[in-house]
């Protein structure tokens, strides 16, 4: 059996952790009227993103204006293919004439959008949906656009024709459209691209607010925590059908008006997206470290690692925890896995903040993970080290590495089919 020569570890010569960014804007009322609870709603998708491995950034309030935006989305044109941008939009919006009055112009209002008592807009500061457009046909990487907004389900698309996104208006199917005014920018349609759109409502429905924060935020974010594996397309249908129970139960326990009429919908261009993974946008990505050579047999016997279950075979996308006890009280853990030649960096964690148990071992518990593809064989590597890993540029230092090791254990799994 051959072992491990940890002074072979390599990574590979491309950047291996693509970077995730995130814009969030929420407008809880216009000039003092028609409040949400945007607030409740931006807690929320926080929480999510910043556990994804998101960097965000939010506009709210008074920063919440069509400059501030402007400079936000020009700050993400410079990001590559292999990053992910996400906006998240949670608040009002209407429709204004458009240079043609036939083709009315969607917008998302702003804290910078004002308008007077004959529907007329009074400034500049309302972000149409053609800058919109505009400004993600300018941001080369993976896009992910979620609007929590009534009539939001064509708002990426830049649809010039009598759709609406989100009336201010109370009325259900109002028709109410604002005189532009004459500084508005007009901006070029374009098609959307790379893209995965999730809107709350179709274009002809309102979406829905409660006292426990917008109903289709609330369903996503559950939705996402509780079924990551599942794909984009399984994810619109599981939305579809819980947003009516979900607005019920909530207007049962507040005694609040809710119905849950509306339709949530999920866009993708290219439409393959679809079948991307939920998990493959919302939580957090390993690098994909390559290992020359590697470990088939424990040199010291102080580290062991199995199933929660003791199982060693797993049907395609079930879920494997992994219990990971080792002698060794401090270091630092991390965890690989070999699958034909292509090696993931599944985990890592400081054994301080492991569990300590019987005979006083430490106890590391590493979950998040999923039977994946290719089926057959996978190798499951645990290693410690005395200091964390240095690294620089994402690429680990041999160097370091080589003087660092403590121990090592291997487990071996079989990936099926269902």
Not at 28 to 34: A, C, D, E, P, T
Not at 171 to 180: A, L, N, Y
Not at 211 to 232: A, C, E, M, Y
């Amino acid at each position: 059996m051959k072992k491990l020569l940890l002074s072979l570890l390599i990574l590979s010569s491309t950047t291996l952790w693509a970077e995730k960014y995130a814009l969030m804007v929420g407008v809880n009322n216009v000039k003092g009227k028609f409040p949400l609870n945007v607030n409740i709603d931006l807690e929320m998708m926080k929480t999510l993103l910043k556990k994804a491995g998101f960097k965000i950034q939010t506009l709210e309030g008074e920063k919440a204006s069509l400059s501030e935006i402007r400079k936000k989305f020009k700050s993400f044109y410079g990001l590559k293919k292999s990053d992910t941008f996400l906006f998240y939009y949670t608040g009002h919006g209407a429709r204004m004439r458009g240079v043609s009055k036939n083709e009315p112009d969607n917008f998302f209002v702003l804290q910078s959008t004002d308008f007077d008592k004959n529907l007329t807009i009074v400034n500049s500061g309302a972000l149409t949906d053609k800058e919109y457009s505009m400004h993600l046909h300018n941001i080369n990487a993976q896009k992910v656009s979620i609007i929590d907004a009534c009539h939001s389900a064509t708002i990426y698309k830049s649809l010039s024709k009598s759709k609406f996104v989100k009336s201010i208006l109370s009325q259900k199917g109002s028709e109410t459209i604002f005189d532009r005014a004459n500084n508005i920018e007009n901006f070029k349609s374009f098609k959307p691209n790379n893209l995965i759109n999730l809107s709350a409502a179709k274009d002809d429905q309102q979406a829905e607010i409660s006292p426990k924060g917008s109903i289709f935020t609330l369903v996503l974010i559950d939705l996402i925590k509780k079924n990551p594996n599942i794909t984009f397309k399984t994810l619109e249908k599981k939305i579809i059908g819980l947003i009516k129970p979900t607005a019920l139960h909530i207007a049962k326990q507040t005694g609040k008006n809710l119905k849950g009429e509306f339709t949530p919908e999920i866009y993708t261009a290219p439409a393959s997206l679809k079948n991307l993974r939920v998990k493959d946008i919302f939580v957090k990505q390993r690098s994909k470290p390559y290992l020359s050579r590697v470990p088939r047999e424990n040199s010291k016997h102080k580290l062991s690692i199995k199933t929660s279950d003791g199982k060693k075979s797993y049907p395609l996308n079930k879920p494997i925890k992994l219990y990971i006890f080792s002698e060794v009280k401090e270091g630092y853990l991390y965890v690989f896995e070999e699958k034909r030649d292509s090696f993931t960096f599944l985990d890592q964690q400081d054994l301080e903040d492991c569990e300590v148990v019987e005979k006083k071992r430490k106890l590391c518990r590493v979950d998040n993970i999923w039977a994946s593809k290719p089926f057959g064989k996978s190798v499951i590597y645990a290693l410690i080290t005395k200091q964390p890993l240095k690294i620089e540029g994402k690429h680990i230092i041999k160097e370091h590495l080589k003087i660092n090791k403590i121990d090592w254990a291997l487990l071996e799994l079989n990936v099926r089919k269902n």
